[in-house]
């Protein structure tokens, strides 16, 4: 068996190390938790996944470098946010590795994408990161339900060897080159899937959650052209089928996230409630913030950036979105 390393033991960091090790890999979990060290030594996550027994070639440690040592690549599964301040801790250890970011986020402050955080605060080549993109929902995941994703990476070889690494018979990956559209439709779709979310908690149906997320996914295409992302990516697993799932699954910690919001729950009880990261949460500035460097529409981010840290009600976010000037929809 070949080594791999997953640095976070949370849901989907779990979710994938099982996938990894039913593709016949050994793989080790990173925790700064030893409570969940030791959970997982013992077969199990039940603070992330209740239930599910974690297969013999999965074990952890509470030390990145023994988590690494002798892997040939490290998955990177930690909150978006903390990610640069974990690579200034873990010093050197991603040296010379493939490293793979499960990561769906942009940093505060700098707008950087994670493949962008990993390169610069890591200081791993771009041709040797690469992004793992998807409708991945780690519960679904861990049942052996059938799936796929994308294996983003400007180095094809090194996309086909960590597909390789991570093809069972129930989850099937793609390779693509277009780290930047696979990063975009990640990010993107979790703020989309607060929206929907809201609209959910508001009373309101079908007909508008299905055009809350075609429009997101029109706000995502358009930012992520204007960055250089391939168009063609928006209408693949990375994009439009992400954006479904997260947009539609009570599994989806930003839809349920955006069910409470529209419920009246305040951002801080919901966060205290929920206990696990929505990303889109913290990313809706930072994505917000990157479109308007880029001159690019945005206004469903810009909304639900407004709910979610300036106060304004979600009944408020959808008139705003409705009473907008009327335009072509291909504008």
């Known amino acids: 068996m070949s080594k791999i390393a997953v640095l976070g033991g949370g849901s989907w960091g779990t979710g994938f190390a099982t996938v990894l090790a039913d593709a016949g890999n050994d793989v080790v979990i990173w925790s700064h938790r030893q409570e969940q060290v030791d959970q997982i030594n013992a077969g199990c996550n039940e603070r992330y996944l209740p239930g599910h027994q974690l297969p013999d070639a999965i074990s952890a440690t509470a030390d990145p470098r023994e988590a690494v040592d002798g892997a040939w690549a490290t998955v990177l599964a930690i909150p978006s946010q903390s990610l640069r301040d974990n690579l200034s801790r873990w010093g050197d250890v991603l040296d010379g590795q493939v490293v793979v970011s ?23 080549p771009t041709d040797r990161i690469v992004v793992v993109s998807g409708p991945n929902l780690a519960r679904e995941i861990v049942q052996r339900q059938p799936a796929a994703t994308v294996v983003a990476c400007a180095d094809a070889a090194v996309a086909d060897r960590f597909a390789a690494a991570c093809a069972t018979r129930y989850f099937r990956p793609y390779t693509s080159p277009d780290i930047v559209g696979a990063e975009v439709g990640g990010a993107v779709k979790n703020v989309i899937a607060l929206a929907v979310g809201m609209a959910e908690g508001l009373g309101m149906g079908d007909n508008t959650k299905s055009s809350i997320i ?8 358009r930012l992520g052209v204007a960055l250089g992302a391939d168009a063609r990516t928006f209408a693949g697993l990375a994009g439009v089928g992400d954006l479904i799932a997260t947009c539609m699954s009570p599994l989806s910690r930003n839809h349920s996230f955006g069910v409470r919001l529209g419920q009246g729950m305040s951002v801080e009880d919901i966060q205290a409630e929920q206990q696990q990261t929505a990303e889109g949460v913290k990313s809706c500035a930072s994505i917000l913030a990157l479109a308007q460097h880029h001159d690019v529409e945005v206004p469903i981010t810009e909304q639900v950036n407004a709910c979610v840290h300036e106060g304004k009600s979600p009944e408020e976010v959808v008139h705003d979105l409705l009473a907008r000037a009327r335009k072509p929809e291909t504008d």
Request: charged residues 25%; hydrophobic residues 40%.
């Open 102 to 124: 499960l990561m769906k986020g942009v940093e505060l402050g700098t707008t950087k994408r994670m493949s962008e955080v990993i390169s610069e605060a890591g200081g791993v």
């Open 214 to 221: 075609t429009r997101g996914l029109a706000e995502i295409t």
